[in-house]
T-cell receptor, first 113, second 112 residues
Framework: LAKTTQPISMDSYEGQEVNITCSHN???????ITWYQQFPSQGPRFIIQ???TKVTNEVASLFIPADRKSSTLSLPRVSLSDTAVYYC??????????????FGTGTRLQVFP | EADIYQTPRYLVIGTGKKITLECSQT?????MYWYQQDPGMELHLIHY???????EKGDLSSESTVSRIRTEHFPLTLESARPSHTSQYLC???????????FGSGTRLTVV
């Protein structure tokens, strides 16, 4: 399984753009990169997923360089409600032995007024 | 608009009791998972299933057991609860050949 490395925590202020980078040096050819958001006492919530280049949805953007050894989750104009833990995961979602997605420690984002 | 439901949401129970945490999903997902998470800590996979009559242990050893008799239902059972079982238990599901999980809201279990 591809291991991911993220910063333990980040601080930001309301209205700023936040970029959280995840390293996954051992990503496999068939692996996708998925980001989840988790609020206290709730289950993680899917944010965005991508394979290469850039993906954008109504919540965030995901930037993946050509070598795919890292990815960056970009949250535009964060608000207090974006305070949460953000997890980066890689996996192919298909192969029996490798799609048990492993959640690391995640990045704890704190947004201040 | 959750399509995966966990009950109870909170449970406080005495040591030695048998408990079953319920998880049901209405999305027709074939894959289902149980994760255990202590406050402020990472999620650990304890059980997963790839379909009816399929159950496997996850990466974190757990004294709990699971069953998958119906596609939509994946209950977790503790035969004899202990204080060390106090934690949050999260159920998730996904489609085969898809790359995202849907999580339930979790059951926060306290064993006294």
């Amino acid at each position: 399984l591809a291991k991911t490395t993220q910063p333990i925590s980040m601080d930001s202020y309301e209205g700023q753009e936040v970029n959280i980078t995840c390293s996954h040096n051992n990503i496999a050819t068939n692996d996708y990169i998925t980001w989840y958001q988790q609020f206290p006492s709730q289950g993680p919530r899917f944010i965005i997923q991508g394979y290469k280049t850039k993906v954008t949805n109504e919540v965030a953007s995901l930037f993946i360089p050509a070598d795919r050894k890292s990815s960056t989750l970009s949250l535009p104009r964060v608000s207090l409600s974006d305070t949460a833990v953000y997890y980066c995961l890689v996996g192919d979602g298909i192969t029996y032995n490798t799609d048990k997605l492993i959640f690391g420690t995640g990045t704890r984002l704190q947004v201040f007024p | 608009e959750a399509d995966i439901y966990q009950t109870p949401r909170y449970l406080v129970i005495g040591t030695g009791k048998k408990i079953t945490l319920e998880c049901s999903q209405t999305m027709g997902h074939d894959k289902m998972y149980w994760y255990q998470q202590d406050p402020g800590m990472e999620l650990h996979l304890i059980h997963y299933s790839y379909g009816v009559n399929s159950t496997e242990k996850g990466d974190l050893s757990s004294e709990s057991t699971v069953s998958r008799i119906r596609t939509e239902h994946f209950p977790l059972t503790l035969e004899s609860a202990r204080p060390s079982h106090t934690s949050q238990y999260l159920c998730a599901s996904s489609l085969r050949d898809r790359h995202g999980y849907t999580f339930g809201s979790g059951t926060r279990l306290t064993v006294v």
